[in-house]
């Protein structure tokens, strides 16, 4: 496969002078130019844990894309926060959300003529939002998640935000006092990383590692991991790879490997929440899934690991 088999378009030829001219004003040079533009969709934003780190972690990416022979380029699109925007009228823009994520992806790489994408995901809609994107435009391209948050401690236990959840119910009943609440609230949430439980995120990030569209044991590496930096240098040996093999998303996302996901979402007890996503997913990759199979495959699926919740 021709490594610049998009980007040409965009970076060879006397008439992409023009083009050209543009790109040296942000810092690329010839070399840059010549060797395969890699997209980096970035879902970094400041208003939550879960995405937090990215900007750092997109660092490394890129990093790692150069040391591969690739030229990395950034760009960012949205986030919203599922936990944050529980009970109020912004938890109605999470799921339309998804839809965002997917087409500003697609626009950036589809625009810009990327050869290859990485897309860096965090919070419940950004990962199906990512897949979406890569079933649709079909090049060479993965997910990277950015981990599941620390546990905090509290009174000598670990805790996670489904114990500060709990914990208002019990402050409602008079079973635990507003002081031990708030000393609860202050250290649930250690750091960067989505919430700890298999959740939406946790377990979508399990799905990407089974259907195949993250590296098997990249994803379950924590968020603040001293490995997780190791873990985004090696994205870009795994993107030139994918490109050098010419492997598209569409090789990968068939029938079985659905199947495949969504046994991994019963062996863990994962959210409901990917029976929504796994079919937006099968929709964009011309899959024929239908709600039924997953009645189908969790029947014969037994449950292997008891994650919290």
Sequence with gaps: MDLKHRSRNITDGRDRAPARAMFKAVGYNDADLAKPLIGVANTWIETMPCNYHLREL????????RAAGGTPMEFNT???SDGETMGT?????????????????????RGQLFDAVICLVGCDKTIPGAAMALARMNIPGFILYGGTIAAGKFQGKDVTIQDVFEAVGANAAGKMSDEDLKALEDVACPGAGACGGQYTAN???????TIGLSPMGFNSVPALSPDKNQIALACGEVAMKLLRDGVRPLDILTPKAFENAIASVAATSGSTNSVLHLLAIAREAGVPLEIDHFQTVCERT???ADLKP
């Excluded at 997109?58 to 894309?65: R, Y």
């Design 78 to 80: 949205i986030a919203i």
């Design 89 to 109: 009228e912004g938890m109605r823009a999470s799921l339309v959300s998804r839809e965002i994520v997917a087409d500003s992806i697609e626009l950036v790489c």
């Design 302 to 304: 037994p449950i292997l």
């Design 58 to 65: 997109g660092a490394k990416v890129k990093e790692g894309i």
């Design 203 to 209: 377990t979508m990030s399990t799905v990407m590692e």
